[in-house]
């Protein structure tokens, strides 16, 4: 954290779990930089279920929710009917409240998340950021068509197809991200600096000047947090 306020990087730490809610937002307390988004991680749904009910208790305490979603992997995908029972609710929830901004997880199951966010949570309810998106043109192209952000990191320039999708997202729909510490920097887990790496392969992959590049994901941003 000291970090982040040193150099200056907005940083979203997302929670994997609602019973460490609350001693991450005491730890982020104060920083000017760094804000702490409350969530129930679908990898961790077969032995945290029950904790939605707590995710919905302390909702009302944050603006900003994650990691939630979806993950139709190998590993994961005997709790997947749980999974979208608790996303659903989390969704239902968010959208009560209003003004929630949601990063969501949808490993091999970006239709079914667009799906239930098309039913339960509308733009003008709530805003989705699509972390590491890994769904194909069509469902790229129907996120767009949903208000869906998408959060980038360095990880994902070495996927071809990809790259050629961020080349064509409308570029007011997208941010940056690392996915520290599960991913790698030379190896060594990715600490929140490091965010300049996904900004300068974005702004190739985009063909935009570096310091274009960093002024529209600032400019993103800024826009979404006021919304």
Known sequence: MRECDLSRVATLAVTTTPKTWRRNLEIARGSKFV??????????????????ALFEKFLPETRYVGEVGLDAGPRFYRSFA????????????????RGKILSIHSIRSASKVLSHLETYLSPER???ILHWF????????RAVNLGCYFSVN??????????SILANLPVDRLLTET??????????????????????SLARVRKLPLE???????????????L
């Not at 999974?83 to 968010?94: D, G, K, N, Y």
């Not at 960093?214 to 800024?222: A, G, P």
């Open 179 to 200: 996915d520290g510490p599960f991913v790698e920097t030379n190896g060594q887990p990715t600490r929140p600096k490091d965010v300049s790496l996904a900004l300068s």
């Open 154 to 163: 360095q990880a994902m320039m070495g996927n071809p197809r990809l790259v």
């Open 212 to 226: 274009d590049m960093r002024q529209q994901i600032l400019t993103n941003l800024k826009i979404l947090v006021k």
């Open 134 to 141: 890994t769904g194909t043109n069509a469902e790229a192209h």
């Open 82 to 97: 749980d999974q979208e029972r608790v996303f659903v609710r989390i969704l239902e929830a968010c959208a009560e409240q």
């Open 126 to 128: 709530g805003k989705a």
């Open 35 to 52: 804000r702490v988004a409350l969530g129930l991680h679908p990898q961790l749904v077969a032995e945290r279920a029950n904790e939605v």
